[in-house]
């Protein structure tokens, strides 16, 4: 699925045959069709392998409390992943901008994982833990935030000149920065973050590499 996967990301579903799929993989038509009985199939399967780690870790993460802590685990996972497997983050962009194509993005992950995410925060505000903000509106940008940073190595390199903006150091001190803006965003006017913050910013999180 390699090959679907990166044409998949650089046109958009409308933009790709099943042909230029089988060209690109180095295989015939018929032997695509023979796994996958439909170009929409095997964009339904791309997705899944493209959401599935992720999905997993926002469930995990919705099961808990909101502290800085979990936090901080949830963007160090997505990180690590996406860091391994950048064309999926490309991807994942590039769905949002194909009207044709974002159907099986929508229904495959923002249902299940987004809409009761909101929920949760709703849930949050009216109990006080969390500032009264839009959850629709957080949870946008966000998603913005986590995926769009890997599809922006030109730009974050002319922007920080000799930094490797995927190296470990990098997404330590950008999980951080993350953590912050967050709960700066979630926590009711004057509550103190000190405890908190050192909790999240204490431990260092391996890499795959270093795994």
């Keep these: 699925m ?3 996967t990166e044409l998949f990301a650089e046109r958009g579903y ?9 060209d690109a993989a180095g295989t015939h038509k ?6 996958f009985d439909t170009k929409e199939a095997l964009h ?3 997705l899944a392998q493209a959401l599935g780690r992720v999905a997993e870790i926002q469930h995990e993460f919705l099961s ?6 979990r936090v901080g685990y949830l963007i160090d996972q997505i990180h690590n992943f996406y860091a391994e497997h950048p064309a999926l983050a490309r991807l994942l962009e590039r769905e949002l901008l194909d009207p044709i194509g974002s159907e099986a993005y ?4 923002v249902d299940p994982i987004y809409v009761p995410a909101m929920e949760s925060f709703r849930r949050a505000i009216d109990a006080g833990f969390v500032r009264p903000i839009d959850p629709a509106l957080f949870i946008h940008d966000t998603h913005v935030m986590l995926i769009g940073y890997f599809c922006h190595r030109p ?5 920080r000149p000799g930094v490797d903006p995927y190296s470990v150091d990098a997404l330590i001190a950008r999980r951080d920065y993350l953590v912050d803006q967050i709960f700066a965003q979630l926590l009711p006017r004057g509550s103190s973050t000190k405890s908190a913050k050192s909790a999240g910013r204490t431990k260092r999180r391996n890499s795959p590499a270093e795994a």
């Design 106 to 109: 929508l229904k495959l992950f």
């Design 44 to 46: 339904e399967a791309v």
């Design 14 to 22: 409308a933009g790709v045959s099943v042909q230029e799929i089988a």
């Design 2 to 4: 390699d090959a679907a």
């Design 64 to 69: 808990g409390p909101l502290v800085r802590e």
């Design 30 to 35: 018929t032997t695509v069709l023979y796994h």
């Design 155 to 159: 730009l974050l390199e002319r922007l």
